[in-house]
């Protein structure tokens, strides 16, 4: 199946999206994030086509209470694993597929994909068609705006010339470029300097398709300043895990719905019945779950007391699906 060619996206489902962050972003990070945001594009952590087709697929691919646009992002350099891989999560109802071609890891590297991918753009179109193929959802690539040496801005306008060629209508563009020789990813994150203006090259010279541009959007100020200058929308990533509050300011800020009426306290209500409903007698659960609420409350009053109860061993066994009412009576004494 191929429809995709001849189904218009609309460009506002990427206005706000939530990156995909290893070990951070599982279905317990999205189900607390979907609390905060009706309308906010949620991304899976990465996962890679052998994980897919040879491990534990519903704990892969599980999704807990998420529903929204959520994307699977997947690490892979096969068209055929990655076409199988699709099809194996579709029962799973994500509503987009995305193509790892960012991630400066080591370990990525060694299995010849993520940022080393941009070095081999004829592949990256050969998988993208592979998933296409598989799929009418979208099919979707992240990337960074160069490699190592190669980061003039022909380097990655060609890079997605090519890739578009193969369907690609959605880029998420992280704006800094991949140094695979002597840094680490968190470094990766940091010293490459943020070059925001190749997004908006790149919207200018492919008008047709939905640029959406990833590094610092840490407020929703910056994002309404960038999407105003003319990107399709904007990818936030440490900022909204580590402040989640953010989160519910998203729908009204940013896609011009009513103001949010959600409290703190009921956001925690809401997630203590996720908790009672799927991770009873599951303490591995409920600590998966606390550690993603761990910011929840920053910059409040009370905010380290809140914060300590959640890890607090003897607490999280007494407690169970319970945690997060006890750790707000702790820190707010209601």
């Known amino acids: 199946m191929d429809s995709n060619t001849t189904k218009p996206l609309d460009p506002a489902g990427w206005r706000f999206t939530v990156a995909p962050m290893l070990d951070w972003t599982d279905a317990w990070c999205r189900a607390f994030h979907r609390i905060l945001t009706r309308r906010a594009r949620l991304y899976s952590e990465m996962v890679t086509t052998g994980a897919v087709l040879y491990g534990r697929r519903d704990e892969l691919l599980g999704r807990i209470a998420d529903a929204g646009p959520t994307a699977l992002q997947l690490g892979g350099s096969d068209p055929e694993a990655l076409a199988r891989s699709v099809e194996a999560a ?7 597929y995305n193509l790892n071609c960012g991630c400066p890891s080591e370990r990525v590297q060694k299995g010849a994909f993520g940022a080393c991918l941009m070095l081999e753009a004829p592949l990256v179109a050969e998988c ?7 799929t009418q959802k979208p099919v979707t690539v992240k990337h960074r705006i160069g490699v190592d040496e190669r980061s003039d801005y022909g380097f990655v306008r060609d890079f997605v010339g090519t890739v578009r060629e193969a369907g690609c209508r959605v880029f998420i563009v992280h704006a800094r470029a991949a140094w695979l020789k002597g840094l680490s990813p968190k470094e990766n994150r940091e010293i490459p300097p943020l070059m925001r203006e190749r997004a908006f090259q790149l919207k200018r010279e492919f008008p047709d398709l939905v640029v959406v541009v990833n590094g610092e959007v840490s407020d929703l100020a910056t994002a309404r300043e960038l999407i105003e200058g003319g990107l399709d929308g904007v990818m936030s990533g440490r900022a909204a895990y580590q402040n989640p509050w953010m989160l519910s300011g998203v729908d009204e800020a940013l896609f011009g719905e009513a103001p949010s009426i959600l409290t703190r306290r009921e956001a925690v209500s809401a997630m203590t ?24 409350m920053q910059g409040l009053p009370g905010a380290r007391a809140w914060r300590r109860a959640l890890c607090d061993p003897k607490l999280v066994e007494s407690a169970g699906p319970e945690l997060l009412e006890r750790a707000w009576s702790i820190a707010f004494g209601d």
């Open 90 to 96: 579709e029962p799973y109802g994500y509503d987009e």
């Open 128 to 134: 993208v068609r592979a998933m296409r193929s598989a």
């Open 273 to 296: 019945e996720l908790l009672r409903r799927c991770a009873e007698g599951n303490l591995h659960a409920v600590r998966a779950a606390a550690r993603h609420v761990n910011g929840l």
